[in-house]
């Protein structure tokens, strides 16, 4: 009987110390998937702060754009009621001089 118990004994403790490395072993498996995903969550707050940044300054030069597309606007008005100015004196004048010949 203390033959079998033996065996049997020995069966378990090497039973029980594989399920313990297997479970160890698991523990060390998340542990790594743990430190990744706060790797992962670390790289995606920095993305994300990047991003946020990157929005402001594009925010800025729109305005920029903005405001020069808006000054620019005015300028060529201006130009065109002048050039329109000129195409009315000239014409005035041309007329003017037509009717003198």
């Known amino acids: 009987m203390k033959f079998c ?7 378990v403790c090497f039973v029980t110390k ?3 490395l297997a479970l160890e072993n698991r523990v060390l498996e998340l542990e790594n998937l743990l430190e990744k995903g706060r790797r992962s ?7 994300h702060s990047q991003l946020q940044r ?4 594009l925010t800025n ?7 020069n597309h808006l000054s620019l606007t005015q300028d060529y008005q201006q130009e065109v009621m ?8 000239r014409g005035s004048f041309i007329q003017g001089f037509s009717s003198v010949v």
Do not use: C, G, H, P
């Open 5 to 11: 118990n033996t065996y049997y004994i020995d069966d």
């Open 18 to 20: 594989w399920q313990i």
């Open 41 to 47: 969550e670390t790289e995606v707050k920095e993305r």
């Open 54 to 57: 990157e929005i402001k300054e």
């Open 61 to 67: 030069e729109y305005i920029v754009l903005k405001s």
């Open 82 to 89: 002048s050039w329109l100015q000129i195409q009315n004196i």
